[in-house]
């Protein structure tokens, strides 16, 4: 298994560029997260997805859109491009959460530079 | 609100000494407690995971106590070698809006030189 792979490792965009990082996972999880990483700082929840066709919006998902046609695939959607949104994003997904027993797996980031 | 802090924020220690890194949460009301290791230009891994109701975890040299009533946890690394240089970041899941949610820490930074 791959587990959860995400695409493009790197990425410079321009202020009011748009852009879609992409995720996918392989282990037949029901749930996917999307994440951002600020320097020296821990991880805040941008979106996530509990199933295909269900999304929902976490902590912090101004700036941010998300699909989920399928089980697999959940992609990051960036719009207008500030450089605000300069971070290293991280994709996850678990099988389930029912009792907080299932810990989530987490793919190797996208650094993402805007200018 | 959870907020979740680790300290000491980066340690530089000689290989072979035991250390111990710390993370304290403000809402006890927590299903699992987890620490993760982060590698630079790489996704963070699952290390140990406690439930609410267990004291400890154990995988190999690292171990994990939990003290839900005070809010804190400990990762102890026994006889650390220079692989063990990454980032360690302690993460609480309580449970919000239908989903497990997981709130970071920032992470302790460490470096095991030889």
């Known amino acids: 298994n791959a587990g959860v792979t995400q695409t493009p490792k790197f990425r410079i965009l321009k202020i009011g560029q748009s852009m879609t990082l992409q995720c996918t996972q392989d282990?037949?999880?029901?749930?996917m997260y999307w994440y951002r990483q600020d320097p020296g700082m821990g991880l805040k929840l941008i979106y996530y997805s509990v199933g295909a066709g269900i999304t929902d919006k976490g902590e912090v998902p101004n700036g941010y859109n998300v699909s989920r046609s399928t089980t697999e695939d959940f992609p990051l959607r960036l719009e207008l491009a500030a450089p605000s949104q300069t971070s290293v994003y991280f994709c996850?997904?678990?099988?389930?959460?029912?009792?907080?027993?299932?810990?989530?797996?987490f793919g190797p980031g996208t650094r993402l530079t805007v200018l | 609100k959870q907020e979740v802090t680790q300290i000491p924020a980066a340690l530089s220690v000689p290989e072979g000494e035991n250390l111990v890194l710390n993370c304290s949460f403000t809402?006890?009301?927590?299903?699992?407690l987890q620490w993760f290791r982060q590698d630079p230009g790489k996704g963070l891994t699952s290390l140990l995971l406690i439930q609410s109701s267990q004291r400890e975890q154990t995988s190999g040299r690292l171990n994990a106590s939990l003290d839900k009533s005070s809010g804190r946890s400990t990762l102890y690394i026994a006889a650390s070698q220079p692989g063990d240089s990454a980032t360690y970041l302690c993460a609480v899941s309580f449970v919000s809006g239908g989903y497990n949610k997981l709130i970071f820490g920032a992470g302790t930074r460490l470096a095991v030189h030889p």
């Open positions: 996850a997904s678990s099988y389930s959460t029912a009792g907080g027993e299932d810990t989530q797996y």
């Open positions: 282990m037949n999880h029901n749930y």
């Open positions: 809402d006890s009301a927590i299903y699992n």
